[in-house]
């Protein structure tokens, strides 16, 4: 039982390949979203609470990107602006590979091109909900009776706001452990999805 045979290419037990590359990709995937929920919540709430002013229309720009451009072009602009333009500057960061000692530098830039475009879905039902929320009346009536703006926003409307995006954050890491094929194939990332290009080739 889970006897995968031999690899033909690498003549190692196929089930101790995967097993090096699962963690690889599970450790992307992760990144990935938690760089969704820093990114998605945040700027949904702020673009929420200052609904139609430059914070608005900031937040919504970078979910129309993440929304719209393919996550390969994401990370091959992350490469070129990073790698690239701000070489040998301290913003500099690595353009491919995963080293065998843990290194936060080189999980930056893939875990930003795969959480971009789940980090803008969740800013843009976060907007949503906050909206819906901050026009019921009952953070009407908290205002009336005179409750500060920030603990009607934090206590009362996040709350309420936060559960449709609880479950879909929930979702998300499903989602970007299938999409990571593509963001590794991109950093030559040692993980499963470039295990499935590799046996394509061979």
Not at 73 to 101: C, H, N, S, Y
């Amino acid at each position: 039982m889970g006897d995968f045979g031999v690899s033909l290419a690498q003549q190692v037990p196929v089930r101790d390949i995967i097993q090096r590359r699962m963690w690889a990709t599970i450790e992307l995937a992760i990144g990935g979203w938690a760089f969704a929920i820093l990114l998605g919540i945040p700027t949904g709430v702020l673009a929420a609470v200052k609904r139609g002013t430059f914070w608005d229309y900031i937040g919504r720009g970078v979910a129309i990107i993440g929304q719209g451009a393919p996550p390969f072009v994401i990370g091959l602009l992350l490469i070129v602006i990073f790698a690239v333009w701000l070489q040998d500057t301290p913003f500099e960061l690595p353009a491919a590979g995963r080293p065998p000692k843990f290194s936060i530098k080189t999980y930056k830039l893939p875990c930003l091109a795969l959480g971009w475009p789940a980090a803008a879905g969740l800013m843009r039902l976060t907007r949503s909900a906050m909206l819906e929320v901050l026009d019921s009346e009952f953070v009407k009536l908290a205002r009336a009776k005179g409750v500060g703006w920030n603990k009607v926003i934090y206590k009362h409307a996040l709350k309420n706001g936060l559960i449709p995006v609880i479950t879909i954050t929930g979702i998300n890491i499903g989602t970007l452990i299938a999409f990571s094929i593509i963001t590794e194939t991109v950093f030559q990332w040692p993980g499963m999805g470039s295990l499935f290009i590799n046996a394509v080739y061979f």
